[in-house]
Structure formats: C-alpha cells, structure tokens
C-alpha cells in the first residue's frame, strides 16, 4: 500500500489565498486589512472653490450695481467668466461632482435674475419683458433638471441630452465652445442694457417734479442751474433720484455697439429656453404616460 507523503514545510492557505497557522487559523501579516480612506471633502473641491468665488464677486457686484456701473460690470463680468474655469478644473482634477453641477447652475440663475430684476427698475416700460425672462430661464432650467433626475438613468447629468430627443439641445449641451459662447453673449447683452441705463438721458422725466420757481433750470447733471438732488426728491434712495444719479455717467457708443453684437445670441439663447422647457414637459409627460399604462396593466391582472 502506498502511503502519500505530504510536505509539511509547505504553508498551509486557505481557499482565498490566506495564509493559515497549524490550527488553521489566519495569523501575522496575511490578515491584511484595508486602511480606511479619508473622506473626501466636496466642499473643497477646486471647481467648487472657484464656484464660493463666483458667488462673494457677484454679490459685490449687486453692491455696486446701484449707482457703480464701471466697478459692477467688472465684478459681475469677472464672475461669469469663471464659470468656465470651474468646468476646467472639473475635468483636469477628476472632480466632477453633482454638488457642483447644481452650485454651477444655482449661481448662474441667481445672477442672471438679480441683473434683470434691477433692468427692470431701470427700464419700468419693459419691465414685464425682463420679468417674463426672469420666469423662462428659471422655469426652463428648473424642469429640465427635474426631467433628467426622475426619467434619466441614474446619475446622469442634466447636460447629457440624447440627440434622438433634441439635436440642438444636444449640441448646445455637448459642445463646450457652443455653451460658453451662448451663455457669455447672453450676459453681455444684458450688461449693455446695464450701462445703457446710465449713459443714456433721464428714462423717465415724468418722475422729476419741477417747481414753479424753476423756470430756466435744468434737472440735466452738469447744468449751473441744477438743483440738488435733496431739494427735488423726497428721499436720495427713491426710484426717481437714483435715476438722476445714473443719468448721462457713460457714453452710449460702446454699450449700444454690444447690445447690438449680442442681441442675436440673447435672442437664441431664449429660443433654447423654451424647446428646454417643452422637451422636458414632453419627457415627463411620456414617463406620467407610461406610468398611468403600468399600472393598468397590474390593475386588471388583479382582478
């Protein structure tokens, strides 16, 4: 009878690889545990540094926006500017996260809107245009996100629009210079409308009552003969006496020249608001469609 030797200075392993003692127990450095990872902290990611800063500058901004033009279209610009960069350094550090994505958009709706809100002071005729804009780009933007979150597969970014569902929309989402050159145009655009209210003439004359005794005066700044600010307005922070504080501070060339620049790309830019917000209301239509069908099948194999 052969008697099978077995080599006892061979190590003994278990079925995974683990090294095992006499009893059969795992011992010494084969127990190898994996050192917990620290937790990454979002909130210090570079893209959402850069957003924080986008957000102190656009506040100094709205500081300024008053009666500044100069240091207000400075900040605001250098703050639009940046949303770029954030994207950047997205992708260069591996840190795209949804945290930013929505800080991204939070930022650009919040700015945007405070700009078109203070338009609307500044332009009272239009200021149920600026008011419509206002609720289209929240709107739009709003059901958009909401669309990609309940019908998209999970995680998937609300810039990540299939091309059998809109082709501009995937162009205007998937292409980089595309995005930028829309959204840049379109705050320049109101930017020039921001200047325009200071360096054109009193928007609203009707709101400077003149009195009896100012015959041959003039409320223009920079005439001898006009009054002080306190004479004519109740208070210095009334609509009417900011106003003459913006009259006439820039020349109107150069604002004038940028509106007209940008007014085509402000105007397609509006045009891509509203197919968002169709498409999405589409896309959430169909899911509520397919919902409503499920359930009826499930309903009558019930019964």
Same mark, same amino acid.
């Given at each position: 009878?052969?008697?099978?030797?077995?080599?006892?200075?061979?190590?003994?392993?278990?079925?995974?690889?683990?090294?095992?003692?006499?009893?059969?127990?795992?011992?010494?450095?084969?127990?190898?545990?994996?050192?917990?990872?620290?937790? =990454?902290?979002?909130?210090?990611?570079?893209?959402?540094?850069?957003?924080?800063?986008?957000?102190?500058?656009?506040?100094?901004?709205?500081?300024?926006?008053?009666?500044?033009?100069?240091?207000?279209?400075?900040?605001?610009?250098?703050?639009?500017?940046?949303?770029?960069?954030?994207?950047?350094?997205?992708?260069?550090?591996?840190?795209?996260?949804?945290?930013?994505?929505?800080?991204?958009?939070?930022?650009?709706?919040?700015?945007?809107?405070?700009?078109?809100?203070?338009?609307?002071?500044?332009?009272?005729?239009?200021?149920?245009?600026?008011?419509?804009?206002?609720?289209?780009?929240?709107?739009?933007?709003?059901?958009?996100?909401?669309?990609?979150?309940?019908?998209?597969?999970?995680?998937?970014?609300?810039?990540?629009?299939? =091309?059998?569902?809109?082709?501009?929309?995937?162009?205007?989402?998937?292409?980089?210079?595309?995005?930028?050159?829309?959204?840049?145009?379109? =705050?320049?655009?109101?930017?020039?409308?921001?200047?325009?209210?200071?360096?054109?003439?009193?928007?609203?004359?009707?709101?400077?009552?003149?009195?009896?005794?100012?015959?041959?005066?003039?409320?223009?700044?920079?005439?001898?003969?006009?009054?002080?600010?306190?004479?004519?307005?109740?208070?210095?922070?009334?609509?009417?006496?900011?106003?003459?504080?913006?009259?006439?501070?820039?020349?109107?060339?150069?604002?004038?020249?940028?509106?007209?620049?940008?007014?085509?790309?402000?105007?397609?830019?509006?045009?891509?608001?509203?197919?968002?917000?169709?498409?999405?209301?589409?896309?959430?239509?169909?899911?509520?469609? =397919?919902?409503?069908?499920?359930?009826?099948?499930?309903?009558?194999?019930?019964?």
């Amino acid at each position: 009878m052969e008697v099978e030797i077995t080599d006892q200075s061979a190590p003994l392993t278990s079925a995974d690889g683990t090294l095992l003692d006499a009893n059969g127990s795992a011992h010494g450095p084969s127990r190898r545990k994996e050192s917990a990872k620290p937790t =990454e902290n979002i909130f210090l990611f570079y893209p959402n540094l850069v957003g924080y800063s986008r957000i102190i500058l656009a506040v100094a901004s709205l500081h300024y926006m008053p009666l500044h033009p100069r240091t207000c279209s400075l900040l605001y610009s250098i703050s639009c500017l940046l949303d770029a960069l954030d994207g950047v350094l997205a992708r260069r550090f591996d840190q795209c996260t949804r945290f930013g994505a929505v800080l991204d958009m939070v930022t650009d709706r919040c700015t945007t809107a405070c700009l078109l809100v203070f338009l609307s002071s500044a332009w009272p005729r239009w200021a149920l245009l600026f008011q419509g804009l206002i609720s289209l780009d929240l709107a739009s933007h709003y059901m958009h996100m909401y669309a990609t979150l309940a019908m998209g597969n999970a995680g998937q970014s609300h810039k990540k629009v299939d =091309e059998s569902r809109s082709r501009i929309l995937n162009l205007y989402y998937s292409n980089n210079k595309v995005l930028f050159l829309f959204c840049a145009l379109n =705050e320049l655009f109101f930017i020039a409308l921001y200047l325009l209210s200071f360096s054109s003439p009193i928007l609203s004359p009707a709101l400077l009552q003149q009195g009896s005794d100012s015959k041959g005066s003039s409320v223009q700044p920079g005439n001898p003969a006009h009054p002080v600010p306190s004479m004519l307005f109740a208070s210095p922070y009334s609509a009417a006496a900011l106003e003459l504080a913006r009259a006439n501070k820039l020349d109107s060339f150069w604002p004038w020249v940028i509106a007209g620049v940008s007014f085509p790309v402000m105007a397609g830019k509006q045009l891509i608001n509203v197919l968002q917000l169709v498409k999405a209301a589409r896309w959430l239509a169909e899911g509520d469609a =397919e919902a409503r069908r499920v359930r009826a099948v499930s309903m009558r194999k019930g019964l």
